[in-house]
C-alpha cells in the first residue's frame, strides 16, 4: 500500500504464477490487496492463475468476486489500460 501510495499508481497488477495452490487465505488476502488498493485510486488485475488452482477454486467456492483477472501479464497491462483510458507509462 505505500508503494500505491508513494508513486500514485493508478493500477497494479499481482502475477501469482508460481502458485500451485490458493487457499481461502491467499484468496481473502488478494481480495483485500485489490479492496485497499481500489480505496487508494488504483486497480488491481490478478494474473497468471494456472488451471488447474482455477479448477481448484471453482470446486471449492472461491472466487474474487468484483476483482479482475487476467491470463498473463500481457493481458492485465491490456485490460488496465483499457480501463484507465491510457497509456501505462512504466513503473506505474
Keep these: 500500500m505505500s508503494q500505491v501510495t508513494r ?7 499481482i502475477d ?3 502458485l500451485d495452490v490458493m487457499d481461502s487465505f491467499v484468496s481473502r488476502s488478494l481480495r483485500g ?3 485497499m488498493t481500489r480505496l487508494r ?3 488491481t488485475v490478478i494474473v497468471g492463475i494456472q488451471p488447474e488452482v482455477a479448477f481448484a477454486m471453482v470446486q471449492l467456492g472461491m472466487q474474487f468476486e468484483d476483482v ?3 491470463l498473463d ?3 492485465g497491462l491490456a485490460l488496465l489500460q ?3 483510458k491510457e497509456p ?3 513503473g506505474g
Design 82 to 84: 483499457a480501463q484507465l
Design 68 to 70: 479482475q483477472t487476467a
Design 16 to 18: 501469482v504464477t508460481a
Design 33 to 35: 490487496i485489490a479492496h
Design 88 to 90: 501505462l507509462a512504466g
Design 41 to 43: 485510486g488504483a486497480e
Design 7 to 13: 508513486h500514485r499508481s493508478r493500477g497494479i497488477i
Design 73 to 75: 501479464l500481457e493481458e
